[in-house]
């Protein structure tokens, strides 16, 4: 395992709350044990009625900590945008409040993004995160994500999700980009493709997709997400994708909504011709079941229209910001899992 041997940049750390008080004493002492620890930490709640705001506030002894007491539900973007305006320092991990890191996991993250041959292309680094269960987030030996692929449908998916730990996600490699469970950032990346109305995470998503709407826009900036397993966390995962149409309907119903708006910022006309007839036919099946099985769904469609100006603004700034060639984006969805080793680079 590769220890850190240089003087790292500093980090900081944004985690977004809501009612999630069991877990966050976890998450939070996760953070101040570890190894290289970070300049600042920003919880932002979105008006927990479980006291998840207080519960934050009685770490500042042991981390320089400010909390932000939203006074309504803006979102998981909004209040990570919000979060991000009071961080300073050269990288940010975004972190779940179901997520409890080990140790060595900033440490181990940060130095293998300096001592690759690409290194000032790296816009993000993600790590092995295993599956928890309980309030103390007990790790297991499931894999809950080791990166995130795309497929020619245009679904994202977090690489290896439900599959045992046993090793086939052990080697280092590029990754199309990182859950923002557990993601570190570089500032420097998220500011080159902020939006002009300077949301770096879209609010129109509210929450879910939305570390995926980033991913591709980075993608589009020629900016690099490093999978560095020896980086582990552990993360009670609320949504599983393996669950299908058994989550919660409101998580449904943004799941169809933001599975629009991210082909609509970020899908050009070469992806829709490179990736035909597979995402004609998943968006074929989402609407079908939008209309029989999972009516509770069918606002989504109609929030997409409502949203569709905005859109097509964000989609006409991502698009005229772009600095590599459309195939270099593509590659990633030519076939489903895809990932490139880091040696191949």
């Given amino acids: 395992m590769r220890e850190p041997t240089a003087e790292l940049e500093s980090y900081d750390v944004v985690i977004v709350s809501h009612n999630h008080g069991d877990v966050l004493r976890a998450c939070l002492a996760s953070v101040a044990g570890q190894h290289v620890p970070p300049a600042k930490v920003v919880v932002a709640d979105n008006a927990s009625t479980d006291g998840s705001a207080g519960l934050a506030e009685s770490w500042a002894e042991r981390l320089d900590l400010a909390v932000f007491q939203n006074s309504s539900n803006i979102g998981f973007s909004a209040a990570v945008n919000r979060g991000l305006q009071a961080c300073s320092s050269p990288w940010v991990l975004l972190l779940n409040p179901d997520c409890a890191l080990q140790p060595s996991f900033a440490a181990r993250l940060l130095a293998s993004v300096h001592s690759t041959a690409d ?109 560095v397993p020896t980086a582990v966390g552990a993360h009670r995962r609320g949504l599983q994708p393996e669950r299908g149409r058994r989550q919660a309907p409101e998580i449904n119903a943004h799941s169809v909504k933001n599975r629009f708006l991210l082909r609509l910022h970020c899908a050009d006309l070469g992806w829709h011709l490179s990736c035909f007839p597979w995402w004609l036919a998943r968006d074929l099946l989402v609407v079908g079941a939008c209309l029989t099985v999972e009516r509770s769904s069918l606002p989504a469609l109609r929030d997409v229209w409502r949203l569709r100006h905005d859109a097509l603004s964000r989609r006409r700034h991502i698009l005229q910001r772009r600095s590599v060639p459309s195939r270099q984006v593509r590659r990633w969805f030519r076939k489903r899992g895809w990932i490139e080793p880091v040696d191949a680079s």
């Fill in 119 to 227: 290194a000032a292309r790296v816009g993000s680094a993600t790590g092995k995160l295993l599956r928890a269960h309980g309030p103390g987030l007990t790790t297991t030996t499931v894999v809950d994500a080791a990166g995130m692929i795309v497929t020619p449908s245009g679904r994202h998916l977090d690489r290896g999700a439900g599959q045992p730990d046993g090793g086939a996600y052990d080697r280092e490699a590029w990754v199309f980009g990182g859950t923002a469970a557990a993601t570190v950032y570089r500032r420097s990346a998220l500011e080159d493709v902020t939006f002009p109305d300077r949301q770096v995470l879209p609010e129109s998503f509210f929450a879910y997709r939305e570390d995926a709407e980033l991913a591709w826009r980075l993608q589009w900036r020629g900016w690099r997400c490093l999978y």
